[in-house]
């Protein structure tokens, strides 16, 4: 006897059903207050001075994607960063303490890095040569993009140990190069302040004293070269790994006002070697463990520094390049999007991503300088998570993150949702905590109709009727074909690809009925806007 057609179906696709999990789990988010503001721009992306000789694990993924050597004309270069309106860049990394700037009385000719086995991190000393300033700059200027230069903070000093420096810091070079600068009309929106010679330091490391002495003597300089401006920019330090006792007297020796930012470098995937990268990234304790130095260094700035704020100066996921295909595939976004979703949390301003090209943890391929689906995560993130960071609270499994902010330069609140589980689809509600205490209100006065009650309960769609959007937007990304370490990022099922003209594709959402029921699929994301969630916060 046959079994009829849809029997069949039913059939084929039982151990798919039966593979999948179905939770369902509610959110309520507090619009009454925000519990932290960023800045206007809060991502940030790196460019780095890696040369190509630069290698790690058997391979070299660097090319020509560093300062010195980036093609600033390609077109897709130019579209990705103007798509930001106004990206911040950080300008630095490790070979940025081996820099001379080639401008001013050096006692001797400064020239490109080249291999040197005695050399910190393996190079000597390097050049950038005011050409290429001047190169980068124009490219700046065209983009839009804020710029932030790290200092070489080890000139003057003298090695005294395997990673020990010590001696005052000669400042003659950077006065000139800062002045050359002013002299050109270039925008620098801040100057930074050495690179991971904190603590222990990275290769090197200099005492915390010595360096909030240096980082007073740049901002004496700072106000001097820049005293017939009327904005100045800010001064950041000291742009490395957190280290409480370190941080702590650095802040106590330089004083109250002197520094702006308080940066730090968070790398809490390991080595980009790593086999386990992805467990890693999927894995929500692993996760979870960063929001210690998040809160520490937090309590150390409210405590020792309250007129400073806290920075992610460099976070690039793995060290040493990050991890070859995971770092530039779609499931580094779930520890990206993790990590600027905590950041945000714990009070920090700026979050600069480790790169924005260069290695295998850059935003764009460094070959092709097409896009990685990080790149679209970030975009997303800076066009509808505003400054202002909601509470969100939630009885859901520790795989389902949630971020919650005002939606940026509009009305109503954005809601991130990250699902690490590879087989559970959540099923998700929404309440606003407005809306839950008028609701409690009214219960106990005992006077509401039918259609009071209604309207109370759907209050976080709008305050008045004639304000209510009776759709909310979503954004569903998930890898292509279904692999995580895909190149092509999907964006509500098509891929995000560059148009014919090598623009970057507009990142449109679906519009939702409000009152469908909200889903989230394994191992996806998705970036959901409420137009009129009644936020008073948010107004």
């Known amino acids: 006897m046959g079994f009829p057609p849809s029997l069949l179906i039913f059939l084929a696709l039982c151990p798919a059903f039966l593979a999948q999990i179905v939770e369902y789990t509610e959110f309520v988010i507090d619009g009454t207050a925000k519990i932290a503001e960023t800045d206007d721009n809060y991502v940030c992306a790196t460019l780095d001075w890696w040369p190509k000789e630069k290698c790690n694990y058997n391979e070299c993924p660097w090319g020509s994607a560093s300062l010195i050597n980036l093609d600033l004309s390609n077109p897709f270069l130019v579209n990705s960063v103007q798509a930001f309106n106004h990206l911040r860049l950080r300008l630095g990394g490790s070979l940025q303490n081996r820099i001379l700037y080639g401008v001013g009385n050096l006692e001797s000719p400064c020239h490109p890095f080249t291999r040197q086995g005695d050399g910190l991190f393996g190079f000597s000393k390097g050049c950038l040569y005011m050409d290429r300033w001047d190169e980068l700059n124009s490219f ?3 983009t839009g993009a804020l710029v932030t230069f790290g200092l070489n903070a080890l000139r003057g000093r003298q090695r005294t140990g395997k990673r020990v420096w010590e001696g005052n810091w000669d ?8 002045n050359y600068t002013i002299s050109k009309g270039y925008q620098i929106h801040s100057w930074e302040f050495g690179n991971e010679l904190s603590g222990k330091g990275i290769g090197a490391q200099v005492d915390a004293e010595q360096y909030g002495k240096d980082v007073i003597h740049l901002n004496n300089l700072i106000d001097q070269l820049y005293k017939h401006f009327q904005h100045r920019p800010l001064l950041l330090a000291p742009g490395g790994f957190y280290d409480k006792e370190w941080y702590e007297t650095f802040l106590e020796v330089s004083g109250p006002g002197t520094v702006d930012a308080l940066t730090h470098h968070i790398y809490n995937l390991g080595p980009g070697s790593d086999l386990n990268l992805i467990n890693k990234i999927l894995n929500p304790l692993h996760l979870n463990k960063i929001a210690d130095t998040f809160s520490n260094l937090t309590q150390t700035i409210e405590i020792n520094g309250p007129w400073t704020s806290a920075w992610v100066g460099e976070s690039g996921g793995a060290f040493n390049n990050g991890g070859h295909n995971v770092s530039n595939t779609f499931v580094n976004s779930f520890w990206y999007l993790d990590q600027l979703g905590m950041a945000a949390k714990y009070h920090t301003k700026v979050y600069c991503r480790q790169t924005f090209i260069g290695g295998n943890y850059g935003l764009l391929d460094t070959s092709t300088f097409i896009p990685n689906p990080d790149y679209y995560s970030a975009l997303l993130w800076h066009r509808l998570m505003g400054k202002g960071v909601l509470a969100v609270s939630s009885n859901a499994s520790v795989y389902l993150r949630s971020y919650a902010h005002c939606t940026r330069d509009r009305a109503g609140v954005t809601l991130l949702l ?3 589980s590879n087989q559970t689809h959540y099923g998700v509600n929404i309440e606003s905590s407005v809306s839950i205490t008028s609701h409690v209100k009214e219960k106990s006065n005992h006077k509401r109709s039918f259609v009071h009650h209604l309207k109370k309960t759907f209050s976080w769609v709008g ?32 891929p995000l690809q560059l148009t014919e003209n090598g623009d970057i594709p507009s990142l449109s959402p679906v519009l ?21 969630f009644n936020s008073p916060s948010c107004r």
């Open 171 to 178: 400042s003659s070079n950077a006065h000139d190069f800062i």
């Open 140 to 142: 700046f200027n065209k």
């Open 463 to 494: 305050r008045k009727s004639s304000d209510v959007t009776l759709s909310r937007e979503e954004y569903h990304l998930t890898p292509q074909d279904g692999n995580l370490q895909s190149r092509t990022m999907l964006l509500n099922g098509k």
């Open 512 to 532: 939702v009925n409000l009152k469908s029921p909200i889903s989230v699929a394994p191992l996806s994301i998705k970036f959901i806007v409420f137009p009129n």
């Open 418 to 420: 990250i699902n690490l």
